[in-house]
Every structure is written in structure tokens, then in C-alpha cells.
């Protein structure tokens, strides 16, 4: 069963943007933290962002000041604006849900396919 899909990624020059989003198929998901990972060629997943559902927020300090999550509860979705795009960020992006919030959350939700995103110099 399909229970996150994450779309919009693409390619784009270093300094360009992407909005990335992700939309959860499950009810019981609007209550929970989402977030937002990455896995580069050769590197294990990492967490880039998570928000819980009272819109309080957790960054990767890599991606500080340059990305912003953020949520709409009414329709189980999560975004991900990425700005000042590097090549460092190149991966693939995966949405997940959980409980706890930052490097505390425990993912529930099976791991779906991602968006790729590539930044070229």
C-alpha cells in the first residue's frame, strides 16, 4: 500500500530553487511529525527537516536559512521550499511521518519511491 508520495523534484543550476511536496494517503497521519530525508549516491539517508502538527520545525544544519517545511494539515501534505540549491544537495528526497520531532523521530510509514533532485554546478 502506497502511504507517501513525495513529487516535484528536478534539476537546476547551483543558486536555483525547488518546492518539493509530499501527500500522505492515511488519516492518522495528520497528527504526526513529517519530514523530510535525503540519500546522495554512496551516503546513507539523513534527515534534512521535519515539522510536527503544531508547526514547530527541525532543520539539518546544512540546510538552515536556505530550506523551509511546512504543512497543511487538511490534507495530510508537506512541502519543502529549497533555495540557494548546491550540488552537496543533490540526492534523492523522501518524505516520512512519525512520532517525536528532529533527531528524535521515529519513522512509521513505509518509505516510498522519492523525487530526485540534482544540482549541477
Known amino acids: 500500500q502506497v502511504q507517501l508520495v513525495e513529487s516535484g523534484g528536478g534539476e537546476v543550476q547551483a543558486g536555483g530553487s525547488l518546492r518539493l511536496s509530499c501527500t500522505g494517503s492515511l488519516p492518522v497521519y495528520r497528527a504526526m511529525t513529517m519530514a523530510w530525508y535525503r540519500q546522495a549516491p554512496t551516503r546513507q539517508r539523513e534527515l534534512v527537516a521535519t515539522i510536527a502538527y503544531d508547526g514547530s520545525t527541525y532543520y539539518d544544519a546544512s540546510v538552515k536559512g536556505r530550506f523551509t517545511i511546512s504543512r497543511d494539515n487538511s490534507k495530510i501534505t508537506a512541502h519543502l521550499k529549497m533555495n540557494n540549491l548546491q550540488p552537496d544537495d543533490t540526492g534523492i528526497y523522501y518524505c516520512?511521518?512519525?512520532?517525536?520531532?528532529?533527531?528524535?523521530?521515529?519513522?512509521?510509514?513505509?518509505w516510498g519511491r522519492g523525487t530526485q533532485v540534482t544540482v549541477s554546478q
Open positions: 516520512n511521518v512519525g512520532g517525536g520531532s528532529g533527531l528524535e523521530l521515529r519513522t512509521l510509514a513505509n
